[in-house]
């Protein structure tokens, strides 16, 4: 059964919205308000006690019910729930901008999706390499980071393991969402921008580590614990790693 977010748009038609399509709005715009000049910007809050407020909403850029703003009676449903027509709002610019429509028309909410998910790809700062070695340095580094704080606050921490209980929790729901997440999409788009440096056997792994970023994606963000979720693929502390080489990640749980 495909899981669905329902918008608060009551008795639209366009307000049940596929959850993949959430997680993947979220992780084209790196959490931030889609709106250019928001005070807000991220939209994961985090409080003095580790704990994480989510100040996102799912916004429509054509309206989900004809009545609505920017509302098109000739849409169709699967349009309006598309990641083409959504954007991410903080709930004052949602307001705003579904409060008056003439002044926010689809247009420039168009414009500012294809700017901020510009944007971001630009600040990942994706490019082609010309050699492996290169490109291992630059994903090794990424999860190294990613590995150093599974083994300060992940489950199976020391300090987990302890019991230390929430604070080491909370910590590690902090890392995740500000750190591992977006480190796994800036991974993923470094090698799918430079597949023809990759081996056969590493072109699996990637499809491997996909899947378990999807899962940690849906925990973290969608509220969905699938239990047979990936874990970390081992076989990524090796990928771009040949004969000869220094392996700079080491051999990795996370």
């Known amino acids: 059964m495909t ?3 329902v918008s608060g748009c009551a008795g639209a038609r366009g307000r049940r919205i596929r959850r993949e399509t959430v997680v993947r709005l979220i992780a084209s715009g790196a959490g931030y ?50 990641f083409a027509n959504l954007l991410l709002l903080c709930p004052n610019c949602h307001s705003v901008v579904d409060r008056a429509p003439n002044q926010y028309p689809v247009e420039t909410l168009q414009q500012w999706k294809q700017q901020h998910e510009d944007r ?21 580094l990424l999860l190294s980071e990613n590995s150093a704080i599974w083994d300060m606050y992940g ?8 019991g230390l209980g929430l604070n080491t929790s909370a910590a ?20 799918e ?12 792994t990637l499809a491997a ?8 994606e849906d925990r973290h963000l969608g509220g969905v614990v699938n239990p047979v979720a990936p874990r970390f693929p081992r076989a990524m502390n090796d990928i771009l790693v040949d004969d000869g080489d220094i392996n700079p990640i080491g051999d990795r749980d996370a």
Do not use: M
């Open 120 to 140: 971001i790809r630009d600040v990942l700062g994706l490019r082609s390499y010309s050699d492996r070695g290169t490109l291992r340095r630059d994903v090794g």
């Open 193 to 204: 921008a430079n597949l023809a440096l990759l081996h056969r056997d590493e072109l699996e």
């Open 33 to 82: 308000c889609y709106k250019p000049d928001c005070p807000v910007g991220f939209l994961w809050q985090e409080l003095d006690d580790g704990t994480v407020v989510k100040l996102a909403e799912v916004a429509h850029i054509v309206a989900a019910g004809e009545d609505g703003p920017r509302g098109d009676a000739a849409a169709k449903d699967e349009d309006l729930t598309s």
């Open 3 to 5: 899981e669905v977010v």
């Open 209 to 216: 580590f996909r899947l378990h970023a999807r899962g940690l």
């Open 155 to 162: 489950p199976e921490s020391e300090a987990a393991l302890r």
């Open 172 to 191: 590690w729901r902090r890392e995740v969402l500000l750190r591992i997440l977006p480190n796994n999409t800036r991974i993923i788009r470094l090698l």
